[in-house]
């Protein structure tokens, strides 16, 4: 008998049917052994030697496998294609040689990409050896990790910092924080664009920008006031204005589909359509792909293997038409340049058609890879662009109207990213217009505009930013993304942008100041190219991890011997505009300076004369406990948020509300961020009105209408067949129904 060791026990059951007898197939689930939690278990002083322990919990697990291994003729290691998998490898063999159970057994090494019968029995025909280089790849990493927590986090936990410092968590923390700081010190400019409602021959009506003006080129910024808009008004003339067509120009475009989805831009995308945490994505993932489905979804490769390329072609033939594949192969080269080229990208294993046997997360995750797979190896979409200058008969100014009509749907026949939906949005025909032809300009449209701050970070922008920068690996996304949350370090708004917490501002803070490299983007992309050196064989595990270790380990000694009041003052420069905005940071008790305090329920503000004065205040986010008699505020100010006309956003016992004096309405839809006071204004103009419903569509499974309530006691939800859902904005018919069934079968 043969033995196969896998990673999950599902990944097993499938592996076990392609086999048949003679076949045992067992999981692992997931790592068996892991370093022993207590210092001391990387020795730096002896090349950095590791001791390793069974993990609690494994020890049923590997009692099993090693019974098994006792029938078997030989064992097959076949965990994941990547530094976990081949670790994973690693470590069970070396527990079985510990124990003397490979006596007259012969071991091998197999790895596939994809769970099909052909992909396993090929990896079985041709085995390999562990490869050592991947495995010390992951002993470097799990090396720093284990240093750094053991390092940094008992000085933050002494000092009320923080719950732990992470080498790359700490990274996504410092740049959400980074990002809040733009924010709060972005100084918005104003500048108009003026648009002309134009007509030829009482037709089509159709919009043109204004580009010059009185021979002056006009770019976004150049029209700044309300002044400077009135004077071009008035040289312009009033409506009905005479103008004419002065130049034409027309040209076809064409617009290429995107590559096939790596891990990374597969939890963009999957964020933006399916609104999945990048957690939730990895989960569906490994679930299609255990199941034979998919190909592996750790990869930052976007090659294609031939045999599925000719597949995908044969499909859109059949399926499309001939037009619609393009002559040779589409091509993707791929970015990463660390990218392990032998993995592909990630792709259904076969190309029938969208999920049939699948339901819920797995369904809508497979349907998004199988049309993008598809759309990869079809021809360009195409356009036919038309721009046009119109000049008014005065000669003052001219305005610039541009068209679009797709004129061959290509790719977009079956994919379109959300920047090809919002292009599509901007299409507009314009008239058959000639040189020379006359239009009537019927309205001159001035409009204020101001720019706008850069936006916060979302899980789908938060990890293509990490990529851009090197930082993280397609397996670490996931986990970056939901530790940082479980943290308590950066919490969700409804849109799902991040804002960092008062805990995560402080950690932020705190290592800028005196752990600079941890948080410089340089030094940890640097540190991922070091890994992947590793990985290639190109650069020594323990050249690796002291290059690394030395100005780490000099940066914990420095931290030891700070005082925690010179660490509070460095953070309280660091955060000061975030906690006085107003500048008003003087204690309204005794005239005292006030500044950030910790304690081991979070941080808050304080007065420096405390004990004499023990004003305090609470930072919105933070977890204090205030049954803690040293910081229980004795004048709490108020958290309303004041919107004018005597309007108020609070958060009350039940949730958000906005509040006039007279009367209270729910505003679980908005936070302090997002409100606004025209949308207050709506809520208390609307309190006790029932609002009309708007019709989503009908429910297959009961047969049923969903309608959505924009208003609510709660705020938005759904309702169909006596089943409400809470939403924040109206939802797609697909999740809807999802949404709506989810709910039935829990009652």
Known sequence: ??????????????????????????????????????????????????????????????????????????????????????????????????????????????AFHEITKKAVQEAIANPREIDQDLVDAYLVRRALDYLIGFGISPLLWRRNLGKSAGRVQSVAVKLVVDREKEIESFKPIEYWSVNAQCAKNKEQMFNAGLVKFNGQKIEKMTIENKSMVDDILGKIGTPEIAASVINIEKKKTTRKPAAPFTTSTLQQEAARKLYFASKRTMSAAQHLYEQGLITYMRTDATNLNADAVNEIRGFIAREYGENFVPKTPNVYATKSKNAQEAHEAIRPTHFEGPAKNLSGDEAKLYNLIWKRTIACQMKNAEFDSVAADIETENKIAIFHAVGSTRTFDGFMKVYTEDKDDEDDKKEAKLPSLNIGD??????????????????????????????????????????????????????????????????????????????????????????????????????????????????????????????????????????????????????????????????????????????????????????????????????????????????????????????????????????????????????????????????????????????????????????????????????????????????????
């Open 1 to 110: 008998m043969n033995l196969l060791i896998v990673e999950s026990p599902s990944k097993a059951k499938t592996i076990e049917k392609y086999l048949g007898n003679g076949w045992r197939v067992i999981a692992s689930v997931g790592h068996v052994r892991d370093l022993v939690p207590e210092n001391g278990s990387v020795d730096t002083e002896n090349n950095f030697a590791m001791k390793w322990q069974i993990m609690p919990g494994k020890e049923k697990q590997i009692k099993l496998i090693t019974e098994e291994l006792k029938k078997a003729d030989a064992v097959y290691l076949a965990s994941d294609p990547d530094r976990e998998g081949e670790a994973i490898a690693w470590h069970l063999l070396d527990i079985l040689k510990n124990k003397k159970l490979l006596k007259d057994k012969k071991v091998y090494r197999v």
């Open 438 to 747: 006359k239009i009537a300009v019927s309205e001159i449209i001035p409009e204020q505009h101001f720019t706008q701050a850069p936006p916060r970070y979302t899980e789908a922008s938060l990890v293509k930013k990490l990529e851009e920068l090197g930082i993280g690996r397609p397996s670490t996304y996931a986990t970056i993304m939901s530790t940082i949350v479980d943290r308590a370090y950066v919490e969700q708004d409804k849109q799902r942008r991040f804002h960092p917490t008062s805990g995560g501002w402080v950690i932020a803070s705190y290592l800028n100041k005196y752990f600079t490299d941890l948080v410089d983007v340089n030094f940890t992309a640097k540190t991922e190219d070091t890994l992947d050196d590793v990985s290639n064989g190109k650069q020594d595990k323990i050249i690796a991890l002291k290059n690394f270790w030395e100005p780490t380990s000099g940066m914990i000694d420095g931290a030891r011997g700070i005082k925690t009041s010179d660490i509070i003052d460095e953070i309280n420069i660091f955060m000061h505009n975030h906690l006085f905005a107003d500048g008003n940071d003087i204690c309204p008790e005794c005239g005292g300076k006030l500044g950030i305090k910790l304690s081991k329920f979070g941080p808050f503000i304080g007065c420096e004369k405390y004990p004499n004065c023990k004003y305090t205040k609470q930072l919105k986010n933070n977890e204090q406990n205030t049954k803690n008699s040293d910081v229980k505020p004795q004048t709490v100010q108020s958290d309303a948020v004041e919107l004018g006309d005597g309007i108020e956003f609070r958060v009350g016992k039940f949730g958000p509300y906005v509040t006039d004096g007279a009367k209270n309405v729910a505003a679980k839809q908005y936070t302090a961020e997002t409100i606004t006071l025209d949308a207050a204004r709506e809520l208390l103009a609307n309190a006790g009105k029932k609002a009309e419903p708007i019709k989503i569509g009908e429910n297959p499974e009961t047969k049923k209408m969903i309608f959505f309530y924009p208003t609510g006691r709660y705020g938005p939800y759904i309702s169909s067949n006596r089943v409400n859902v809470s939403v924040a904005t109206q939802p797609d018919l697909e999740t809807a129904i999802d949404m709506i069934n989810k709910k039935a079968k829990k009652k």
